[in-house]
């Protein structure tokens, strides 16, 4: 009974396969509707690099469904390396090079807390990703720096609601307002299906221990 409540107590929302399937689902609606604006304004780059995310998105959620480990694995750097382009070309590109600097500057605080969140996100993502193949393919694996990813995904998750706030209270046009918050609703449910996968590897990982040391212990009192 004790082992029961153990383990029901140790079970969160991101060990659910329903929440991976709707995570996963929302990326492809909210995904699909970011296309529409970008496809209508002819952004072909952006065009781009949401079908890059999108496919990989879902084919990462295929891999793990199908129990593709490793596949799957490289899939999930593949979306953050899709998040982390997106949002350099945001910061780096957009932001900065055309000017729109200025611009967010002059709309006042909610401009001001966009564009260091805009930032923030990109700054974040890189650690992530640095962080997501040190722990998936160093030989051992790297429990300190586990703990780091998951702090930074915390961060993350908090700048892109910021994100969102900020966005919402722009003074400018409501296709461009529409356009940002699918962007940003896409890769808040892109990370909710990033935690979720990680949280699956960590479960089976834990249970492949478990069973390990149950073989060795059953071995020892033969």
Not at 15 to 34: H, K, Q, W
Not at 89 to 101: G, K, P, T
Not at 143 to 162: C, E, G, Q, S, W
Request: with cysteine; net charge positive; proline share 1%.
């Amino acid at each position: 009974m004790k082992d029961g409540n153990t383990t029901k107590k140790n079970e969160t929302i991101f060990l659910s396969e329903r929440f991976m399937a709707f995570t996963c689902i929302v990326v492809l609606v909210t995904g699909l509707v970011s296309l529409y604006f970008s496809i209508r304004e002819k952004e072909t780059f952006e065009v781009f690099e949401l079908l890059t995310k999108l496919v990989t998105a879902v084919a990462m959620y295929q891999a793990f469904r199908f129990f593709k480990w490793d596949v799957a694995k490289g899939l999930m750097g593949g979306v953050l390396f899709c998040l982390m382009h997106q949002e350099a070309y945001l910061v780096l590109a957009r932001l900065w090079s055309e000017q729109d600097f200025d611009q967010y500057l002059v709309v006042g605080v909610q401009g001001s807390l966009y564009l260091a969140a805009a930032g923030m996100a990109f700054l974040m993502t890189v650690i992530i990703t640095i962080n997501h193949f040190f722990i998936n393919y160093s030989s051992h694996g790297n429990p300190k720096n586990m703990i780091l990813n998951r702090m930074a995904l915390l961060v993350k998750f908090a700048v892109y609601l910021l994100l969102f706030a900020a966005n919402s209270q722009l003074g400018f046009p409501a296709a461009v307002l529409w356009k940002n918050a699918m962007w940003y609703v896409t890769d808040i449910a892109l990370l909710l299906l990033l935690v979720s996968v990680e949280s699956q590897f960590d479960s089976f990982n834990a249970l492949r221990q478990e069973l390990r040391k149950d073989k060795r212990e059953g071995g020892k009192s033969r």
